[in-house]
């Protein structure tokens, strides 16, 4: 089955202790995208990526960090966790930027 | 400023009732312009899609969307409305500029359906 899938579903974690988030698509998709979710806020871009070593920042990348070393895979790293960076995070994957992108079930973060 | 706008936080319409979300975008171009649903509990599923050609788009649960250059928006609409399409939708552009790729969503519109 063509999916985006995420680890951890959900994750309790401290303020400071390094996590990552992992992001898989099975697609052979070039794009991939992180985005967090938010009440009142909306879904905004934390990082792209148009292709393997190829990333660029969206509109919130302060404390996250991303990789993409193979097509597949697309991690989202949190060097510091700090309570702000709570939220629902989803990965997303695309063909090309005009397919739409093909989300992630999603991942709920809670830093205390 | 580049943005999208969703007017409306919550709408409220009867099973059976016609139903139309609003969209309203802030870009020079034509961007491409999408339509996405998110269940309670779920990601985000595919609605339809545009980005040239006729301008009226069908997508999937019987959903279309006119686009209207004129006016920059990207309505969703569906002629009846049925309970299990109580959830959240999302309006999102592409601005389709070679600077990046940035897919920049609305604040969504939470709609309820009643008996």
């Known amino acids: 089955e063509a999916q985006v899938t995420q680890n951890p579903r959900y994750l309790i974690t401290v303020t400071g202790k390094k996590l990552t988030v992992t992001c898989s698509q099975n697609m052979n998709h070039e794009y991939m995208s992180w985005y967090r979710q938010d009440p009142g806020l909306g879904l905004r871009q934390i990082y792209y990526?148009?292709?393997?070593?190829?990333?660029d920042k969206g509109d919130v990348p302060e404390g996250y960090k991303v990789s993409r070393k193979e097509k597949r895979n697309f991690p989202l790293i949190l060097e510091s966790p700090s309570p702000n960076q709570t939220s629902l995070y989803f990965c997303a994957s695309s063909l090309d930027r005009g397919d739409g992108y093909t989300f992630g079930s999603g991942t709920r973060l809670t830093v205390v | 400023a580049q943005s999208v706008t969703q007017p409306d936080i919550h709408i409220t319409v009867s099973e059976g009732a016609s139903l139309e979300l609003r969209c309203n975008y802030s870009y020079g171009a034509t961007p491409y312009l999408f339509w996405y649903v998110q269940s309670p509990g779920q990601g985000l599923q595919l609605l339809l899609k545009?980005?040239?050609?006729?301008?009226l788009v069908q997508g999937i649960k019987g959903f279309e969307a006119e686009f209207k250059r004129s006016q920059s928006s990207f309505n969703l609409r569906k002629p009846s409305v049925h309970w299990s399409d109580a959830a959240e939708y999302f309006c999102a552009v592409d601005t389709n500029s070679n600077s990046g790729y940035a897919l920049n969503f609305g604040k969504g519109t939470s709609l309820l359906v009643t008996p």
């Open positions: 545009y980005f040239s050609g006729d301008t």
């Open positions: 990526s148009m292709n393997v070593e190829v990333t």
